[in-house]
Protein backbone atom coordinates (compact mmCIF):
# COMPACT_ATOMS: atom_id res chain seq x y z
CA UNK A 1 0.00 0.00 0.00
CA UNK A 2 1.58 3.50 -1.25
CA UNK A 3 0.80 6.69 1.72
CA UNK A 4 1.07 9.86 0.75
CA UNK A 5 2.15 12.11 3.64
CA UNK A 6 1.40 15.70 3.32
CA UNK A 7 3.33 17.65 5.63
CA UNK A 8 5.93 17.17 8.04
CA UNK A 9 5.26 19.55 10.80
CA UNK A 10 5.10 18.22 14.04
CA UNK A 11 2.37 16.34 13.88
CA UNK A 12 3.43 15.16 10.14
CA UNK A 13 6.45 13.97 11.33
CA UNK A 14 5.11 12.32 14.01
CA UNK A 15 2.67 10.04 11.66
CA UNK A 16 5.55 9.38 9.39
CA UNK A 17 7.59 7.70 12.41
CA UNK A 18 4.17 5.85 13.22
CA UNK A 19 3.63 4.88 9.50
CA UNK A 20 7.56 3.74 8.83
CA UNK A 21 7.23 1.78 12.35
CA UNK A 22 4.33 -0.25 10.95
CA UNK A 23 6.20 -1.67 8.55
CA UNK A 24 4.96 -3.41 4.68
CA UNK A 25 3.57 0.38 3.74
CA UNK A 26 5.68 1.83 0.72
CA UNK A 27 5.66 6.17 2.05
CA UNK A 28 6.06 9.33 0.32
CA UNK A 29 6.00 12.61 1.42
CA UNK A 30 4.44 15.64 -0.05
CA UNK A 31 6.13 19.19 1.78
CA UNK A 32 6.53 23.01 -0.03
CA UNK A 33 9.78 23.06 2.44
CA UNK A 34 13.10 21.85 0.89
CA UNK A 35 13.97 21.52 4.91
CA UNK A 36 11.48 19.16 6.04
CA UNK A 37 12.06 16.75 2.80
CA UNK A 38 15.67 16.93 3.17
CA UNK A 39 15.01 15.52 7.27
CA UNK A 40 12.19 13.31 5.98
CA UNK A 41 14.71 11.65 3.27
CA UNK A 42 17.50 11.34 5.89
CA UNK A 43 15.86 10.17 8.12
CA UNK A 44 13.24 7.73 6.54
CA UNK A 45 14.88 7.28 3.44
CA UNK A 46 11.53 8.00 1.50
CA UNK A 47 10.41 9.78 -1.77
CA UNK A 48 10.18 13.19 -1.41
CA UNK A 49 7.80 15.84 -3.73
CA UNK A 50 7.77 19.60 -3.78
CA UNK A 51 3.81 19.54 -5.72
CA UNK A 52 0.97 17.80 -5.78
CA UNK A 53 0.91 16.74 -9.18
CA UNK A 54 4.13 15.17 -9.15
CA UNK A 55 2.92 13.53 -5.74
CA UNK A 56 -0.12 12.19 -7.71
CA UNK A 57 1.42 10.78 -10.73
CA UNK A 58 3.21 8.67 -8.04
CA UNK A 59 -0.33 7.12 -7.45
CA UNK A 60 -1.07 6.75 -4.01
CA UNK A 61 -3.56 4.73 -2.54
CA UNK A 62 -4.36 7.13 0.80
CA UNK A 63 -3.33 10.49 2.02
CA UNK A 64 -2.56 11.67 5.55
CA UNK A 65 -2.88 15.36 5.58
CA UNK A 66 -0.90 17.17 8.39
CA UNK A 67 -0.91 20.87 6.75
CA UNK A 68 -2.04 23.67 9.21
CA UNK A 69 -5.35 24.65 9.90
CA UNK A 70 -7.86 26.17 6.85
CA UNK A 71 -5.64 24.45 4.22
CA UNK A 72 -6.44 20.71 3.72
CA UNK A 73 -9.62 21.19 1.61
CA UNK A 74 -7.61 20.89 -1.71
CA UNK A 75 -5.44 17.81 -0.78
CA UNK A 76 -9.46 16.21 0.53
CA UNK A 77 -10.72 17.23 -3.17
CA UNK A 78 -7.68 15.81 -5.11
CA UNK A 79 -8.43 12.42 -2.94
CA UNK A 80 -11.82 11.88 -3.62
CA UNK A 81 -11.25 13.26 -6.99
CA UNK A 82 -8.27 10.78 -7.93
CA UNK A 83 -10.47 8.09 -5.91
CA UNK A 84 -7.76 7.78 -3.10
CA UNK A 85 -8.43 7.29 0.95
CA UNK A 86 -7.85 9.80 3.11
CA UNK A 87 -6.96 11.06 6.83
CA UNK A 88 -7.17 14.67 7.89
CA UNK A 89 -5.64 16.26 11.13
CA UNK A 90 -8.18 18.08 13.67
CA UNK A 91 -9.16 21.26 12.10
CA UNK A 92 -11.30 24.53 12.90
CA UNK A 93 -12.63 23.99 9.35
CA UNK A 94 -14.78 21.15 8.48
CA UNK A 95 -16.10 21.68 5.21
CA UNK A 96 -18.77 20.33 2.96
CA UNK A 97 -18.94 17.12 5.18
CA UNK A 98 -22.09 15.72 3.59
CA UNK A 99 -20.64 15.80 0.17
CA UNK A 100 -17.64 14.31 1.49
CA UNK A 101 -19.19 11.44 3.06
CA UNK A 102 -21.45 10.72 -0.57
CA UNK A 103 -18.85 10.82 -2.57
CA UNK A 104 -16.51 8.31 -0.50
CA UNK A 105 -19.22 6.10 0.21
CA UNK A 106 -19.78 6.34 -3.34
CA UNK A 107 -16.47 5.23 -4.75
CA UNK A 108 -16.05 3.41 -1.23
CA UNK A 109 -13.34 5.69 -0.04
CA UNK A 110 -12.22 5.68 3.99
CA UNK A 111 -12.51 9.40 4.15
CA UNK A 112 -11.31 10.11 8.10
CA UNK A 113 -11.01 13.11 10.09
CA UNK A 114 -8.61 12.82 13.04
CA UNK A 115 -10.33 11.90 16.15
CA UNK A 116 -7.09 11.33 18.38
CA UNK A 117 -8.61 11.38 21.70
CA UNK A 118 -10.94 8.41 20.96
CA UNK A 119 -7.96 6.34 21.26
CA UNK A 120 -6.65 7.35 24.77
CA UNK A 121 -8.02 4.41 27.21
CA UNK A 122 -9.20 7.33 29.77
CA UNK A 123 -11.68 9.00 27.32
CA UNK A 124 -12.57 5.62 26.04
CA UNK A 125 -13.54 4.78 29.59
CA UNK A 126 -15.45 8.00 30.61
CA UNK A 127 -17.39 7.05 27.69
CA UNK A 128 -18.11 3.51 29.19
CA UNK A 129 -18.92 5.02 33.06
CA UNK A 130 -21.05 8.14 31.56
CA UNK A 131 -23.51 4.97 29.93
CA UNK A 132 -23.26 2.76 33.08
CA UNK A 133 -22.81 5.15 36.35
CA UNK A 134 -24.33 8.47 35.42
CA UNK A 135 -28.15 8.17 34.83
CA UNK A 136 -29.69 10.84 32.84
CA UNK A 137 -27.06 13.63 32.04
CA UNK A 138 -27.69 16.96 33.85
CA UNK A 139 -24.41 18.72 33.22
CA UNK A 140 -20.71 18.62 32.46
CA UNK A 141 -17.54 20.96 32.31
CA UNK A 142 -14.45 20.79 30.86
CA UNK A 143 -11.42 22.77 31.05
CA UNK A 144 -8.47 23.49 29.34
CA UNK A 145 -5.10 25.79 30.08
CA UNK A 146 -2.39 25.66 28.60
CA UNK A 147 0.50 27.87 27.66
CA UNK A 148 1.03 28.49 24.28
CA UNK A 149 4.92 29.96 23.80
CA UNK A 150 5.35 25.98 24.49
CA UNK A 151 3.77 24.90 21.66
CA UNK A 152 6.50 23.48 18.76
CA UNK A 153 9.28 25.88 20.60
CA UNK A 154 11.65 25.32 17.59
CA UNK A 155 9.30 26.76 15.03
CA UNK A 156 8.95 30.25 14.30
CA UNK A 157 6.73 33.00 13.33
CA UNK A 158 5.01 30.51 10.55
CA UNK A 159 3.84 28.52 13.34
CA UNK A 160 -0.16 28.15 12.93
CA UNK A 161 -0.84 28.58 16.44
CA UNK A 162 0.91 31.77 16.59
CA UNK A 163 -1.54 33.64 14.28
CA UNK A 164 -4.72 35.04 15.62
CA UNK A 165 -7.33 33.28 12.89
CA UNK A 166 -6.10 29.99 13.62
CA UNK A 167 -4.66 30.49 17.54
CA UNK A 168 -4.46 27.76 19.71
CA UNK A 169 -7.39 28.17 21.88
CA UNK A 170 -9.58 28.66 18.95
CA UNK A 171 -8.64 25.35 17.49
CA UNK A 172 -9.03 23.44 20.41
CA UNK A 173 -12.18 24.18 20.87
CA UNK A 174 -13.41 21.53 18.21
CA UNK A 175 -10.59 19.08 19.00
CA UNK A 176 -11.94 19.10 22.35
CA UNK A 177 -15.44 18.64 21.20
CA UNK A 178 -14.83 15.99 19.23
CA UNK A 179 -14.91 13.79 22.01
CA UNK A 180 -16.91 15.34 24.41
CA UNK A 181 -20.10 15.37 21.91
CA UNK A 182 -19.95 11.72 21.20
CA UNK A 183 -20.05 11.13 25.18
CA UNK A 184 -22.38 13.38 26.55
CA UNK A 185 -24.47 14.68 23.08
CA UNK A 186 -24.03 17.55 20.58
CA UNK A 187 -24.67 21.18 21.21
CA UNK A 188 -28.21 22.62 19.91
CA UNK A 189 -27.73 25.85 20.89
CA UNK A 190 -24.46 27.94 22.33
CA UNK A 191 -23.35 30.84 24.36
CA UNK A 192 -19.68 31.68 23.61
CA UNK A 193 -17.18 34.54 24.22
CA UNK A 194 -13.72 34.77 23.36
CA UNK A 195 -11.37 37.47 24.84
CA UNK A 196 -7.75 38.67 25.98
CA UNK A 197 -7.13 38.10 29.53
CA UNK A 198 -3.86 37.28 29.85
CA UNK A 199 -0.10 39.02 29.15
CA UNK A 200 0.99 37.01 26.44
CA UNK A 201 3.04 39.21 23.53
CA UNK A 202 0.58 39.80 21.08
CA UNK A 203 -2.56 41.57 20.83
CA UNK A 204 -5.27 39.23 19.90
CA UNK A 205 -7.45 36.66 22.26
CA UNK A 206 -5.80 33.97 24.38
CA UNK A 207 -9.07 32.34 25.73
CA UNK A 208 -12.38 30.81 24.15
CA UNK A 209 -15.45 29.96 26.75
CA UNK A 210 -18.81 28.18 25.92
CA UNK A 211 -22.26 26.65 27.71
CA UNK A 212 -24.09 24.58 25.85
CA UNK A 213 -27.85 23.00 25.43
CA UNK A 214 -27.20 19.58 24.24
CA UNK A 215 -29.44 17.15 21.91
CA UNK A 216 -29.48 14.41 24.68
CA UNK A 217 -30.48 16.88 27.40
CA UNK A 218 -28.61 18.68 29.92
CA UNK A 219 -25.87 21.41 29.54
CA UNK A 220 -22.11 21.71 29.22
CA UNK A 221 -19.81 24.40 29.89
CA UNK A 222 -16.20 24.58 27.58
CA UNK A 223 -13.37 26.74 28.25
CA UNK A 224 -9.94 26.70 27.18
CA UNK A 225 -7.22 29.01 27.72
CA UNK A 226 -3.95 29.87 26.39
CA UNK A 227 -2.69 32.15 28.48
CA UNK A 228 -1.53 29.98 31.72
CA UNK A 229 1.71 28.72 32.58
CA UNK A 230 0.17 25.85 34.35
CA UNK A 231 -1.00 23.04 32.16
CA UNK A 232 -5.04 22.06 33.14
CA UNK A 233 -6.90 19.58 31.32
CA UNK A 234 -9.69 18.28 33.67
CA UNK A 235 -13.89 18.17 33.66
CA UNK A 236 -16.53 16.64 35.58
CA UNK A 237 -20.78 15.34 35.00
CA UNK A 238 -22.77 15.36 36.72
CA UNK A 239 -26.54 12.89 36.31
CA UNK A 240 -29.01 11.93 38.48
CA UNK A 241 -26.90 8.55 39.62
CA UNK A 242 -23.81 9.93 40.59
CA UNK A 243 -20.92 12.22 39.31
CA UNK A 244 -17.86 11.39 37.38
CA UNK A 245 -14.40 13.46 36.74
CA UNK A 246 -11.69 13.18 35.58
CA UNK A 247 -7.99 14.53 34.76
CA UNK A 248 -6.46 14.05 31.45
CA UNK A 249 -2.94 15.32 31.77
CA UNK A 250 -2.99 12.97 34.96
CA UNK A 251 -4.97 10.26 33.16
CA UNK A 252 -7.26 8.84 36.75
CA UNK A 253 -11.42 9.16 36.43
CA UNK A 254 -13.26 9.41 39.73
CA UNK A 255 -16.64 8.04 40.39
CA UNK A 256 -18.84 8.51 42.77
CA UNK A 257 -22.61 7.08 42.58
CA UNK A 258 -25.92 7.88 44.62
CA UNK A 259 -25.62 7.26 48.24
CA UNK A 260 -21.53 6.41 48.31
CA UNK A 261 -20.03 8.71 50.60
CA UNK A 262 -16.61 8.75 48.78
CA UNK A 263 -15.09 8.10 45.15
CA UNK A 264 -13.64 5.51 43.36
CA UNK A 265 -10.44 6.18 41.70
CA UNK A 266 -8.96 4.63 38.54
CA UNK A 267 -5.85 5.06 36.38
CA UNK A 268 -5.88 5.30 33.01
CA UNK A 269 -2.09 6.10 32.28
CA UNK A 270 -0.76 9.87 32.60
CA UNK A 271 -0.47 11.42 28.91
CA UNK A 272 2.80 11.53 28.07
CA UNK A 273 2.98 7.66 28.50
CA UNK A 274 -0.38 6.97 26.43
CA UNK A 275 -0.36 10.03 24.02
CA UNK A 276 2.05 8.42 21.97
CA UNK A 277 0.85 5.03 21.72
CA UNK A 278 -2.88 6.33 20.76
CA UNK A 279 -1.08 8.42 17.92
CA UNK A 280 0.34 5.50 16.61
CA UNK A 281 -3.30 3.22 17.40
CA UNK A 282 -4.79 5.89 15.48
CA UNK A 283 -3.01 5.75 12.21
CA UNK A 284 -2.43 2.35 11.86
CA UNK A 285 -6.70 2.44 12.32
CA UNK A 286 -6.82 4.24 9.57
CA UNK A 287 -4.58 1.98 7.43
CA UNK A 288 -6.50 -1.46 8.84
CA UNK A 289 -9.62 1.18 7.50
CA UNK A 290 -8.51 1.44 3.88
CA UNK A 291 -7.56 -2.52 3.97
CA UNK A 292 -11.39 -3.13 5.16
CA UNK A 293 -10.07 -4.47 8.61
CA UNK A 294 -11.25 -2.09 10.72
CA UNK A 295 -14.01 0.89 11.40
CA UNK A 296 -12.92 4.33 11.28
CA UNK A 297 -14.50 5.97 14.74
CA UNK A 298 -15.04 9.75 13.45
CA UNK A 299 -17.73 10.57 10.67
CA UNK A 300 -16.65 13.98 9.20
CA UNK A 301 -20.27 14.67 9.81
CA UNK A 302 -19.73 14.59 13.47
CA UNK A 303 -16.41 16.64 12.99
CA UNK A 304 -17.86 19.44 11.03
CA UNK A 305 -20.74 19.77 14.05
CA UNK A 306 -17.80 20.89 16.17
CA UNK A 307 -16.50 23.27 14.59
CA UNK A 308 -20.46 24.53 13.68
CA UNK A 309 -20.52 24.50 17.69
CA UNK A 310 -17.60 27.24 17.14
CA UNK A 311 -19.03 28.99 14.60
CA UNK A 312 -22.36 29.41 17.22
CA UNK A 313 -20.48 30.31 20.17
CA UNK A 314 -18.45 32.76 17.86
CA UNK A 315 -21.42 34.53 16.59
CA UNK A 316 -23.15 34.21 19.90
CA UNK A 317 -20.59 36.75 21.11
CA UNK A 318 -20.82 39.29 18.15
CA UNK A 319 -24.56 39.06 18.51
CA UNK A 320 -25.03 39.12 22.24
CA UNK A 321 -27.59 35.99 22.58
CA UNK A 322 -27.84 32.47 22.34
CA UNK A 323 -27.65 30.84 18.98
CA UNK A 324 -28.53 27.42 17.58
CA UNK A 325 -26.35 25.15 16.00
CA UNK A 326 -26.32 25.21 12.28
CA UNK A 327 -24.16 21.79 11.52
CA UNK A 328 -23.49 22.54 8.12
CA UNK A 329 -22.02 26.11 9.52
CA UNK A 330 -18.22 27.21 9.21
CA UNK A 331 -16.55 29.53 11.89
CA UNK A 332 -16.02 32.56 10.00
CA UNK A 333 -12.41 33.45 8.42
CA UNK A 334 -11.08 35.75 9.09
CA UNK A 335 -11.95 35.63 12.78
CA UNK A 336 -14.47 39.30 13.60
CA UNK A 337 -12.87 41.22 16.00
CA UNK A 338 -14.17 40.67 20.05
CA UNK A 339 -14.29 44.66 20.18
Known amino acids: MKILQIGAGSMGTRRLRDLHARGGLTIALLDGRADRRQRAKDRFGLEVFAGLPEALAWKPDAFVISTPPGTKDAYVKAALDAGVHHFIEADIWVRGAA ?13 APSGSFEFLPLVRAIGQRVRDDLGTLLSYQCYMATYMPGWHSTEGAEYYARHRNTTAAREMIPFELHWLN ?36 GVGQLCVSMACPVDYRRGACFGTKGMITWDIYGGTLAVQRAGEKSETTE ?25 GRAKWPQSYSASQHSSATLAAGEKSFLTKRWERVDPAADPLDPLPSAS
Open 267 to 291: SFGAMPDVIEPAYAVEINTFIDACL
Open 99 to 111: EIERVAAKKKLIA
Open 182 to 217: ARFGAPTEVAGRYEKGGDLPFAFEDTWSLSMRLDRG
